[in-house]
């Protein structure tokens, strides 16, 4: 039975794989024509994104209420975050130091007329952004898939589940939760088995529309982003799996093929959630109250992807129009990019809207993002990858740190 399991598991990741393919050579083979497929795509994303604000509300809740006391909590969240914040901090750093070295902004030849797109101001105060962390209205919150407002909801609720003094009470409430994850998870495992029809549609249309151009016009932007990846993966995650959890990072992204393929098709890191807690449990053999708290956690709080999208995009404007920052500078993008990374989750085309806010924060002209939301996709699809292959990580050094401390005690 083992068996036959893992070889479903694994001809789930090869249909993924194979359809990302074939929707790539339908896209160019058919061009425009196969943008008519994108409907399909959507509807498969919909009807994942449709349950995504719930289940973190349940996994979390159940995740923390199942803690025997709040200092086992404690512990694992100053772990993840300390881990989280660390790790974003050094994307940043990488995605200027890259943009640096490489100057994808030297000689950029693409005209930019037509280009230029009104940035949305969101306030950038700490004051603004621990307020947006804690929303007075529950059911508001849950109607606009307010995500990270869910997650604070979900780990108050979780808090006061540990608390409550009565034993059949409280084990009322967390068989509540769990008949709703129970049927959470059947409806997700449904959708998810469609998967390959979704990734398809969504390739060909993606190809169908820019077809080719983005591996040309923008590919030494595009080469330097993917490259500060390339590092922020195989040298950070890598140093730190090979510290904390005695893995080699290649074995590593070998046993984690369900989500990396499932990412650069899908580009959407809340879709991810359950394939990434899926894969922490089964693949990695993190447990359930770890891996349901330190995976939507990290789909919140987590944006290594994109804050080295911001260090890229700051230097090559930069530059295009023969700017140089000072240290200061640097250390003040470095701050901002790690506060606006977190904030600011409603907004729609989010990862543009932010690009443009950092530029215009820094006096750049944002005519680069406007260019660039052409080619988003093929952007966010690392921005997606390296968020969530840092929340597994995170989440399996943290497991294999509780492991140690449960053995040696």
């Not at 794989?17 to 339908?26: K, Q």
């Not at 349940?58 to 969240?77: E, F, K, M, N, W």
């Not at 040309?216 to 982003?225: D, I, Q, R, V």
């Not at 580009?267 to 899926?278: G, R």
């Amino acid at each position: 039975m083992g068996n036959f399991l893992a070889k479903n598991k694994l001809s789930s990741v090869y249909l993924n794989i194979a359809a990302i393919i074939l929707g790539a050579i339908l896209g160019l083979a058919l061009g425009e024509t196969a943008c008519g497929l994108k409907f399909i795509g959507t509807i498969w994303l919909n009807c994942i994104k449709l349950i995504m604000v719930p289940l973190v509300l349940c996994i979390v809740v159940t995740s923390i209420g199942s803690q025997q006391d709040l200092s086992s909590l404690g512990r694992v969240a100053t772990r993840i975050v300390a881990f989280y914040m660390t790790t974003t901090v050094m994307a940043i750093a990488i995605g200027i130091a890259v943009a640096f070295v490489l100057k994808p902004g030297i000689g950029f030849n693409i005209a930019l007329e037509g280009a230029q797109a009104a940035a949305k101001t969101v306030s950038l105060s700490v004051q603004d952004f621990f307020l947006s962390l804690f929303p007075s209205n529950l059911f508001k919150t849950l109607s606009d898939g307010d995500v990270l407002g869910t997650l604070v909801i979900g780990i108050l609720f979780g808090v006061s589940v540990i608390k409550i003094k009565d034993v059949e009470k409280k084990r009322t409430v967390l068989r509540c939760f769990d008949s709703l994850n129970a049927l959470i998870n059947e409806y997700l495992r449904m959708i998810i088995n469609l998967s390959p029809i979704g990734v398809l549609c969504l390739m060909a249309d993606s190809f169908g529309k820019y077809g080719l151009t983005v591996f040309t016009t923008m590919a030494k932007f595009f080469g330097t982003f993917y490259v500060g990846l390339a590092i922020q993966v195989l040298l950070v995650y890598g140093i730190v799996l090979l510290i904390f959890a005695r893995m080699n990072i290649f074995k590593f992204l070998r046993d984690a093929t369900p989500v990396w393929s499932f990412t650069l098709a899908t580009c959407s890191s809340t879709a991810n959630i359950p394939n990434s807690i899926k894969t922490a449990r089964e693949v990695f053999n993190v447990p359930d109250n770890i891996a349901s708290f330190t995976i939507p956690l990290g789909a919140t709080l987590n944006y290594d992807g994109l804050v080295m999208a911001f260090g890229c995009v700051l230097i090559t404007v930069a530059q295009m129009n023969g700017i140089v920052f000072g240290a200061g500078t640097l250390i003040h993008i470095m701050l901002v990019g790690l506060l606006l990374s977190s904030c600011g989750s409603g907004i729609p085309g989010g990862g543009v809207v932010k690009i443009m806010m950092i530029l215009g924060t820094f006096g750049l002209p944002t005519e680069f993002a406007g260019l660039l939301a052409g080619f988003y996709r093929f952007f966010d699809m690392g921005i997606t990858t390296v968020n969530c292959l840092g929340d597994l990580v995170g989440t399996v050094c943290v497991a294999k740190a509780e492991e140690r401390r449960k053995n040696n005690s």
